[in-house]
């Protein structure tokens, strides 16, 4: 069967099996990137409109007790320069990010010990008290699930998570033995039973990735069914082992965000940063792919350059103001809009 048919396919049964996603994924050619463009874009502007919703992404520390090979803030790198933000700092990001007419806050960072259950479930208190009209999103790794579920009892109401790879070899060439798929995908389960909005996702063309690792991917986002799916390309940091490894391709990520569109119909799906620093114009093209948020950063300008995953990201010396009027424009220019709403996942 030809890559158009199986296009078609996976919008009619929102789903393929592994053998046709093999064959989709090693014989696509540019003119089926822009035939999945086309339906992803009929996809989301049925589902959500030309609404394009933003999250303020408030990255509060990056101390981490992992070793991710691909990751810039992994503890073994001793070049990182280490930050925590108080409780008031957050706050203020939040201050900040609701007077620019942010209804979402992320709260990012590495696994960092330092911040106890007990004082993370009085700071999630605090925010959704000071805010209750907006929706709080936690992307602090693996935890427990007693912690999850007390962050969940403490009003957080979405969680990030990104799998990696589905694939347990490839999982294993990415982290350090500690870490493995499994239990990343039980997190990723229990999130979902006690209730949150979850997200999980994947870089294009990290490391040792092949179409059988990437079909794995497809198969396994079908399964979790996953509120929110964050993809971008991998970006080699300088101080990891993967430093010389290649960037991810721009057509790529966008090729995969059309294909989670036409699969998961209803997905949140980010043009990330990540996406904005292989290209200027990287986030429009991810909306034009399929995407339909954006994270730009309300992390206070003396910590930004320090929460570097990867080299050369954006807007690590902008004002979240200005971002955010840049971002508008952006969206502008494209035929979309951003809106001041929480913006859940529309079922
Ligand atoms: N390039 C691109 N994305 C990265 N991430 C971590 N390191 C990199 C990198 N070098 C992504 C991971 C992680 C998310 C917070 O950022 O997928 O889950
Ligand atoms: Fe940050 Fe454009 S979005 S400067």
């Known amino acids: ?66 070793d991710c090979y691909y990751c810039g803030i992994r503890r ?61 999103t936690l992307s602090m790794g693996e935890r427990s699930y007693d912690s999850y579920k007390r962050f969940y009892q403490a009003g957080a109401d979405r969680y990030l998570l990104r799998h990696e790879t589905a694939e347990q070899h490839h999982y294993e060439k990415l982290h350090p033995k500690e870490l493995s798929f499994s239990h990343r995908k039980d997190c990723l389960y229990a999130l979902k039973e006690i209730g949150y909005q979850v997200g999980c996702g994947f870089m294009v063309d990290s490391p040792f990735q092949t179409v059988e690792t990437l079909a794995e991917d497809m198969l396994f986002i079908h399964d979790l069914k996953p509120h929110m799916i964050g993809i971008g390309p991998f970006i080699p940091h300088k101080d990891t082992p993967f430093h010389d490894r290649p960037q991810g391709s721009l057509e790529k990520t966008l090729f995969f965000i059309s294909l989670l569109r036409i699969m998961e119909k209803h997905a949140l799906i980010p043009a990330t940063t990540a996406l904005g620093t292989i290209h200027s114009k990287g986030r429009e093209l991810g909306i034009l792919a399929g995407a339909n948020v954006l994270m730009p950063n309300l992390s206070p300008v003396f910590v930004r350059k320090k929460y570097a995953l990867y080299d050369n990201k954006i807007c690590t010396g902008e004002e979240a103001a200005e971002c955010k009027d840049c971002l508008a424009k952006r969206i502008e220019s494209i035929g979309y809009k951003i809106v001041c709403e929480r913006g859940d996942y529309k079922p």
């Open 1 to 66: 069967m030809g890559v158009k048919k199986l296009i078609d396919q996976l919008n009619k049964e929102e789903a393929l099996s592994y053998d046709n996603w093999l064959v989709l994924l090693s014989s696509y050619t540019p003119h089926d990137i822009s035939y999945a463009q086309s339906l992803a874009q009929q996809i989301v502007r049925s589902v959500y409109g030309r609404d394009i919703y933003v999250r303020g992404l408030i990255e509060y520390t990056n101390y981490c007790k992992n």
């Open 76 to 136: 073994s790198n001793h070049k990182a320069e280490r930050y925590r933000l108080t409780r008031e700092e957050l706050l203020s990001c939040c201050r900040q990010g609701y007077a620019l007419g942010f209804r979402t806050f992320v709260m990012q960072g590495g696994e960092d010990g330092f911040y106890t259950d007990d004082w993370l479930e009085e700071t999630i208190h605090e925010i959704k008290r000071k805010y209750p009209d907006c929706a709080l």
